[in-house]
């Protein structure tokens, strides 16, 4: 409780004391003050941190003798709990007036100054008790206010420094923000489905291992990583849930597996183009996601030649989260899972036409082959707090089947355990075993290693 009565302190003395206490607006986003937007151009956002402070200074939180003796609950929780339904009486308590001029921002969305939108984890949740405790739960991503209109002139400096005889227009750096704007557009994973989680925190990561093969003395690297360009083309809206929306991003992937003998490694660079589709039910509470990919495939050496097509689907499996160990909760991690577990299944089927096996021994006599099969995922993450080390535990097992009867069937399992250095960190160290087959060049993989893994 003491921590809570510090971060309403924080908040409100991050924002002015002039906005004044008025009852919601028609339109209750006008109640907000858009001054304190950031960014630039169409990245300018009002950060929900801010928002929720010009909120509490609007409706101070009032406390009561008995919130001291009762069992510590999170403001989020607080204030969506504040009314049962849709009613809330008219001279309530701080946190009803909170949850009615929220309610109030969940249902207007837009005006001329802002709009808010769900950009969270997933679709955004059906109830309106779940939709306010997502608006004040500042642990993860849940909404976005993006700024309308234009920012205010800067004023006019009392002195100005001149530009430098060689300097042109066109040398100067962008802003800061428009720079993270573009690279985040560029995404970073082990592979090209991986690449379209929209929270990079859940990527499967790009992967780094260098180590020594015992039985010869000889060096094993291993890379493995996709490179996923912004999007060429986008339909529908990614932003709400319960709509559908799709995207085509060409994409470069690399994989490769040293070994002695030539024709024994995994070595393989594919260029292509990934098509992304989510099919939405109109409650938003599921969803199926399909992919199109066409690649063209060889090696470093560019000694091989493979043209290659894929289909697949993505079953709306459910992710359940744990909170419910006393012991491990605290007031920085409540509003967040402590023990997180995550599966996913998609079924897949593929095309692949060998033009030149190169060095690849298992393609020599393989000219083409069909196949169907599916990849499943399950993973299960150690969450400590937003500041603190983590540790996962992920298992991938893929298997395709050939149609024709050619001998292309292939399967593979990795497992690896994890550990992140913060749940936000781009970078995570894993021992990591992998064993089967490569699922396009059919070679043998039984390895061991420790991974450098970066995921964006």
């Keep these: 409780m003491i921590s809570l009565l510090a971060s309403l302190l924080i908040a409100a003395e991050a924002v002015p004391a002039t906005i004044p206490a008025a009852a919601p607006d028609v339109n209750a986003l006008t109640g907000f003050d858009t001054a304190a937007c950031e960014g630039e151009g169409d990245a300018r956002q009002l950060p929900r941190q801010k928002a929720i402070a010009q909120l509490l200074l609007r409706y101070p939180i009032v406390m009561d003798i008995t919130d001291f003796s009762a069992p510590q609950t999170p403001l989020a ?49 059906a109830s309106r008790a779940e939709r306010i405790a997502a608006f004040f739960d500042l642990s993860r991503p849940t909404y976005t206010l993006t700024c309308l209109g234009a920012a205010p002139l800067p004023p006019t400096p009392a002195t100005v420094v001149a530009t430098a005889p060689d300097a042109a227009p066109g040398d100067a750096k962008p802003p800061e923000a428009a720079k993270r704007a573009t690279s985040s557009q560029w995404r970073i994973a082990s592979t090209i489905s991986e690449t379209e989680k929209d929270d990079y925190t859940k990527r499967d990561p790009a992967r780094l291992t260098y180590t020594d093969n015992a039985s010869d003395s000889a060096p094993v690297i291993s890379a493995k990583g996709t490179l996923a360009a912004p999007a060429i083309v986008t339909w529908g809206d990614e932003a709400v849930a319960t709509k559908g929306f799709g995207d085509i991003r060409p994409f470069t992937s690399y994989e490769r597996i040293s070994n002695v003998d030539v024709s024994s490694e995994v070595n393989n660079l594919d260029v292509g183009l990934r098509g992304h589709f989510r099919f939405a039910r109109n409650d938003g509470k599921e969803a199926y996601i399909g992919g199109l990919t066409a690649a063209y495939e060889t090696d470093d050496r560019f000694d091989s030649s493979l043209t290659r097509f894929e289909a697949s689907l993505t079953l709306p499996v459910k992710t359940w989260m744990d909170a419910s160990f006393p012991a491990l909760s605290s007031a920085a991690n409540n509003a967040q899972c402590v023990i997180c577990q995550t599966t996913s299944m998609t079924l897949v089927t593929d095309y692949v036409d060998v033009g030149d096996p190169g060095a690849k021994a298992s393609l020599v006599d393989l000219p083409q082959y069909a196949r169907a099969g599916f990849d499943a995922q399950w993973e299960v993450r150690l969450n400590r707090g937003a500041d603190k080390p983590g540790f996962g535990l992920n298992l991938q097992y ?24 913060t749940p936000q960190s781009h970078y995570v160290f894993g021992l990591e075993y992998d064993k089967g087959k490569d699922l396009t060049s059919l070679t043998g993989i039984d390895s061991w290693m420790f991974t450098w893994g970066y995921r964006q």
């Design 398 to 421: 893929s298997r395709r089947a050939d149609l024709s009867n050619q001998g292309a069937t292939a399967d593979r399992l990795i497992s690896r355990a994890a550990y992140y250095p």
């Design 77 to 125: 929780q607080r204030v969506a709990q504040a009314c049962a339904d849709d009613t809330c009486p008219v001279d309530g308590n701080s946190y009803v007036k909170l949850n009615s001029t929220v309610a109030a921002v969940l249902a207007s969305r837009e005006n001329s100054q802002l709009r808010l939108s769900w950009t969270g984890e997933g679709p955004e949740p």
